[in-house]
């Protein structure tokens, strides 16, 4: 009896049994199962679910070298691809808004090309409760850490009387060089400062301080002339106390910073 031909179906199945069994030789996995549905049969791969080989050797079997400082259930991410490897966003929850004044500053900076292509720097500090700017440095040149230590005085001075806060105060700022310089930590702590930090260029980290940078943006930059740094530095200081004495806030019932201040003082 002559054995009937084989289909073009039965080479294509035949064709992708053996690939399967090659790839799961490579990869480590099972051998290609056959599961028939319906008269048809389907070929498919079975993983190899065996979790007492350590993770190394599953790694080293896929070509993969194990990561140190990883779990050992992390070597199924890592076989599986970049899919499961994602970056896990930071969780901001936390409130900077403080519930009294001179419990909590923020440091910020504001950068700004004049029409010449000047760049025009600042940094400020502002009080997490009543929103006034309590010192800022404005220049031309980069800020460097001298300025920083000058600025936190300012503001101490502006707030205090003694050579130490009577209490701690929370400065929060990110964690650029200048920030974080050793000179820079100890000069706050001598203050009764107690230095915090955000992640640096990630302004959301420190709302206020943001905040103060889109309304110096909004009602001065983009309305007044920005000629040369020059005019710019000479017409921003007016800009710090007109938002100081003017500029309402919400989160103060629509009063000003100074409205607030003078309001807490009456009824202390």
Request: glycine share 10%.
């Amino acid at each position: 009896m002559t054995p009937p031909a084989i289909g073009l179906c039965d080479r294509w199945m035949t064709a992708s049994a053996n690939l399967s069994g090659i790839w799961g030789a490579r990869c480590g996995g099972g051998a290609a199962d056959r599961c028939t549905r319906g008269g048809t049969t389907d070929l498919r791969i079975s993983p190899d679910h065996n979790h007492s080989e350590p993770s190394a050797a599953r790694h080293n079997r896929c070509g993969r070298e194990p990561q140190a400082g990883l779990p050992d259930h992390a070597g199924a991410e890592l076989a599986a691809g970049p899919a499961l490897h994602r970056r896990v966003s930071r969780t901001r929850n936390g409130k900077i808004a403080a519930l009294r004044s001179t419990l909590r500053w923020c440091r910020g900076g504001v950068e700004f090309a004049c029409w010449n292509g000047d760049i025009v720097r600042g940094a400020f500090i502002i009080d997490a409760r009543d929103r006034e700017i309590i010192a800022w440095r404005r220049c031309k040149r980069r800020h460097q850490g001298s300025d920083v230590r000058d600025m936190m005085l300012a503001a101490f001075e502006a707030r205090f009387a003694g050579r130490r806060a009577p209490h701690q105060v929370e400065m929060l700022s990110d964690d650029g060089s200048l920030c974080i310089a050793k000179d820079t930590r100890i000069f706050a702590r001598e203050l009764g400062l107690e230095p915090c930090h955000t992640p640096a260029k990630r302004p959301q980290s420190n709302g206020m301080s943001e905040e103060f940078v889109t309304t110096l943006k909004r009602d001065h930059v983009n309305v007044t002339p920005l000629p040369d740094a020059a005019a710019v530095l000479g017409s921003i200081a007016g800009r710090f106390d007109d938002y100081d004495d003017h500029h309402p806030h919400s989160g103060l019932k629509m009063r000003s910073p100074r409205e607030f201040i003078a309001a807490q003082t009456a009824t202390a």
